[in-house]
T-cell receptor, first 113, second 113 residues
Framework: GEDVEQSLFLSVREGDSSVINCTYT??????LYWYKQEPGAGLQLLTY?????DMKQDQRLTVLLNKKDKHLSLRIADTQTGDSAIYFC?????????????FGKGTMLLVSP | NAGVTQTPKFQVLKTGQSMTLQCAQD?????MYWYRQDPGMGLRLIYY???????DKGEVPNGYNVSRLNKREFSLRLESAAPSQTSVYFC????????????FGQGTRLTVV
């Protein structure tokens, strides 16, 4: 079955770059997503990448996809204290036909001043 | 535009009690989902409804039932609550089943004692 793995915790200083990593096992994944969850809130879609892409950039966010290694990363440039949150990697299997996302356990990003 | 609205936000139940979690979306989305979030487990899909009139089991459906009341509303029922169902429950919706973005509600924090 599908499995998505993430490191559980990352601590950076304000202004540094953050890189959150994710590995997945389902080679049939169509879309790969990054969601952000702030304390007490629901999940907010940050960005996504199609499985036929290698990179996607959106303002401070850069997503890199290595299909061979089934590795996805999210880079946040100039990390701010407001970026402190839990970041979830998720994938949507090609054959599911629906947005039944499989999530990783989440990476808690702590940004210190 | 409220997006996805869940009620209640918090609930405490005694073991064996029943309750229904309500979810409504005002984005005219076809597909709706219920996830549960447990510490260290990420989000897991309980049930989903690809379109009005259809429901399907997700990864962890045992102990739950759902009803897609109409296009807007998708409820989750616990017939006989158990402590193992203590969790944060999230409802989500997407425009279509294969849409790239799922919108999440703020969550319902349920404690079963």
């Amino acid at each position: 079955g599908e499995d998505v793995e993430q490191s559980l915790f990352l601590s950076v200083r304000e202004g540094d770059s953050s890189v959150i990593n994710c590995t997945y096992t389902d080679s049939s994944s169509t879309y790969l997503y990054w969601y952000k969850q702030e304390p007490g809130a629901g999940l907010q879609l940050l960005t996504y990448i199609f499985s036929n892409m290698d990179m996607k950039q959106d303002q401070r966010l850069t997503v890199l996809l290595n299909k061979k290694d089934k590795h996805l990363s999210l880079r946040i440039a100039d990390t701010q204290t407001g970026d402190s949150a839990i970041y979830f990697c998720a994938e949507s299997p090609r054959d599911s036909g629906y947005s039944t996302l499989t999530f990783g356990k989440g990476t808690m990003l702590l940004v210190s001043p | 535009n409220a997006g996805v609205t869940q009620t209640p936000k918090f609930q405490v139940l005694k073991t064996g009690q029943s309750m229904t979690l309500q979810c409504a979306q005002d984005m005219n989305h076809n597909s709706m989902y219920w996830y549960r979030q447990d510490p260290g487990m990420g989000l897991r899909l309980i049930y989903y409804s690809a379109s009005e009139g259809t429901t399907d089991k997700g990864e962890v459906p045992n102990g739950y039932n759902v009803s897609r009341l109409n296009k807007r509303e998708f409820s989750l029922r616990l017939e006989s609550a158990a402590p193992s169902q203590t969790s944060v429950y999230f409802c989500a919706s997407s425009r279509t089943g294969t849409d790239t973005e799922a919108f999440f509600g703020q969550g319902t924090r349920l404690t079963v004692v």
